[in-house]
């Protein structure tokens, strides 16, 4: 599996490459790259992923170019492969960008903030699946039409006690490495048959 990262802060260290260390520990395929490389672009890309991958994975990741975005989940299909995207419950919602302009991100005008919002839910919609852990169920179901939700986090660990209390016309399934990052649960989850395009 690869995880396309778009920054090296605090939040890639705990969705990607703490997981997908772990998941290299144990003998599995993991990588993580940089969604700008310019090797994702060159023609051998969807061999390469064909041969090489199981599933890719966006976690809180975005592009501003909706053709860029457009063109690579394409070559991610094209590969046979299914794109999960991986997201936080507060991302989506629009109190989002006024929450972060007043705590972590003062610099970022609302607008930028906003538009950040917007190329989520853009990324979102173009994925086959989405990982989350929240309240969220419902609303992003009646968004997006997934035909899967990964839970991560305590859910999965207690998902025979939460099971019971969650309502969605999409699957709902535990990750499989619990409350390590939902990422690593929704990647071995795209890689059974059935789940993924």
């Not at 998941?23 to 969604?35: F, I, N, P, T, V």
């Not at 599933?55 to 492969?81: E, K, M, Y």
Request: charge should be negative; aromatic fraction near 10%; hydrophobic fraction near 40%.
């Amino acid at each position: 599996m690869l995880a396309l990262v778009g920054d090296s802060e605090g939040c890639t260290l705990w969705r990607v490459w703490q997981p997908f260390t772990e998941l290299q520990r144990r003998g599995y395929a993991a990588w993580w790259r940089y969604k700008d490389d310019a090797e994702l672009g060159a023609p051998e890309w969807p061999y390469l992923a064909a041969t090489r991958l199981e599933a890719v994975i966006l976690p809180r990741l975005s592009w501003r170019d909706q053709t860029d975005a457009r063109r690579f989940v394409d070559s991610v299909h094209d590969a046979g492969l299914a794109v999960i995207y991986d997201l936080d419950d507060d991302l989506l919602s629009p109190q989002i960008r006024d929450r972060l302009h007043t705590t972590t991100q003062r610099e970022r005008s609302c607008e930028k903030l906003e538009q950040d919002r917007r190329d989520r839910i853009a990324a979102v919609r173009l994925c086959d699946g989405v990982t989350t852990s929240n309240e969220y169920l419902a609303e992003l179901h009646r968004l997006l039409w997934p035909d899967v939700f990964i839970l991560g986090g305590a859910v999965s660990e207690r998902f025979g006690e939460f099971a019971p209390l969650l309502r969605s016309a999409a699957e709902i399934r535990p990750a499989s490495f619990a409350n390590q990052a939902g990422v690593v649960g929704a990647a071995l989850a795209a890689a059974t048959p059935g789940v993924g395009p």
